[in-house]
């Protein structure tokens, strides 16, 4: 029987079988020496291949061998479902002195992280960043990410003990500055003398570098926002921090999306001083929450904050960035950028169409190219939050409706008069709706309809009664 399936195969047909064997291996050797994105994205069973190499480089799944684990950590884990979820690489990354280091247990899962690392300065390069010297995947969120740069400025400036940070309604930005254990110096946005805009106060960032010298250790800038807050002036800002020799720490969290952004970023680099900034890989890359980017002008700077990170770290971030990236590549990625422009318009088109049609309006913000603010005069400041409450349970997530009043929300000792609008000063209330990365067409027609029908609804209702106008809206569900 063998001899005769022996007789099947010719020397052309095994020399394909050799060629076919070998492509995959050449091809993900190729990708380690190059560590550059490819042109054209990957289909998912090469993906999987790739995987499950490098998974096969760890210790702890040598095939050459039986593993012998004699340490407290040695890649076991007991749950089949989730070794599967993790191809097999459960080392992490990094060594206890520094995230970035090589681990000699886990070569692969240190191949991935270098790719990662490779692959997400080569996206922030593709959005429009291109003088971005390095990049480090993390496995925290943008807060704690922008909390690791701050300690590591705080090293190199221990005496320093003050942040200026321009006020954004987002705790996590706010809390970073806490979790270092600094103090912040809180800097309001003006309003815009031409637009709806909320703007950086440069004036009074000035006055509080002169006033506080030596004490201040950063200036916390936000490129990506709420509306009708714009982007910081992060290239004034950055000129200024270039002044007073102190550290610029940018709060990019969704601004890869954005060419004003990526532009900015660029200039502030040219002729001012940013030491860091920081973009959330899930609001960019379209994966699961759980890791950051942290880009720097200078390859020197990365080096501090991967060695202020205490121990190893979960490859989970980095994984799940570089599958994506593969499975886009290139092209996919930029198609992403591009789309999500042309749909932003078309949202805005809509929405401000929405406006008119019920005597509200939306507001003018042209340096927020992301999210949008429609005002809602025409519904009591009493019932606006719970209008947003009614859209949530309408399916409509990441809305926000935000009314002014007067209440004081506290952060830790710290606090906050209308919060969530990013000013203390009073306004008509407004609702927030974006259009990020990964929105569809067939997304904002559902959201406009939508929107629509539950407005004239709770208009109706909130005329008739004085009553919760959505029978209590179940417990008026607060949401983000």
């Known amino acids: 029987m063998q001899k005769t399936m022996d007789a099947v195969f010719t020397a052309s047909d095994t020399q394909y079988l ?48 039986t593993p012998v684990g004699a340490g407290e950590r040695e890649g076991r884990v007991i749950c089949p479902l989730v070794n599967r979820m993790h191809f097999n690489m459960s080392h992490g990354v990094g060594r206890s002195g520094n995230v970035a280091d090589v681990q000699p247990k886990a070569l692969g899962s240190s191949m991935l992280s270098t790719i990662a690392n490779n692959f997400a300065l080569q996206a922030i390069k593709i959005a429009g960043v291109t003088s971005c010297k390095g990049a480090l995947v993390v496995p925290v969120a943008t807060g704690m990410a922008m909390m690791l740069c701050l300690s590591a400025f705080r090293k190199k400036n221990p005496t320093a003990t003050h942040v200026i940070w321009c006020r954004i309604d987002q705790k996590s930005c706010f809390k970073c500055i806490l979790t270092a254990g600094l103090i912040p110096l809180i800097v309001e946005p003006v309003r815009d003398a031409d637009s709806d805009a909320l703007v950086t106060n440069l004036k009074k960032i000035e006055e509080l570098l002169v006033e506080y010298k030596e004490k201040v250790l950063c200036v916390i800038t936000t490129t990506s926002c709420f509306a009708p807050r714009a982007p910081d002036s992060i290239v004034e800002v950055a000129k200024l921090c270039a002044e007073h020799k102190v550290n610029h720490l940018v709060n990019n969290a969704y601004g890869l999306q954005l060419k004003s952004i990526c532009e900015q970023l660029e200039e502030s680099n040219k002729v001012g001083h940013i030491d860091a900034f920081v973009q959330s890989t899930d609001k960019n890359f379209q994966i699961p929450v759980g890791g950051a980017i942290i880009g720097t002008f200078k390859k020197s700077h990365i080096e501090p904050i991967a060695k202020i990170y205490p121990g190893r770290a979960s490859a989970v971030p980095a994984r799940d960035l570089v599958l994506t990236l593969l499975f886009l590549g290139r092209k996919g990625l930029l198609e992403q950028f591009d789309r999500r422009v042309q749909l932003y318009t078309i949202l805005k088109e809509k929405l401000s169409h929405f406006a008119d049609s019920i005597g509200e309006q939306v507001l003018n913000v042209p340096q927020n190219g992301i999210s949008l603010a429609m005002t809602l005069e025409s519904i009591p400041r009493s019932k606006q939050t719970l209008f947003g409450s009614v859209l949530f349970n309408r399916g409509i997530t990441g809305a926000r409706a935000i009314s002014s009043n007067d209440y004081e929300t506290k952060v830790d000792e710290y606090k906050f008069t209308n919060f969530g609008a990013h000013s203390s000063e009073d306004h008509v209330g407004y609702l927030n709706v974006a259009c990020a990365i990964g929105m569809t067409e067939a997304e904002i027609s559902e959201l406009i309809n939508r929107l629509e029908v539950n407005y004239h609804r709770f208009i109706r209702k909130s005329c008739r009664s004085t009553e919760s106008p959505v029978d209590d809206e179940e417990n008026h569900l607060e949401h983000g």
Request: hydrophobic share 45%; glycine share 4%; charged share 20%.
């Open 18 to 65: 050799q060629h076919a064997a070998n492509y995959h291996v050449k091809l993900f050797w190729n990708l380690w020496k190059t560590r550059t994105i490819p042109e054209e994205g990957w289909n998912e069973a090469l993906l999987t291949g790739f995987m499950q190499w490098l998974a096969s480089i760890d210790s702890n799944n040598r095939v050459d061998i």
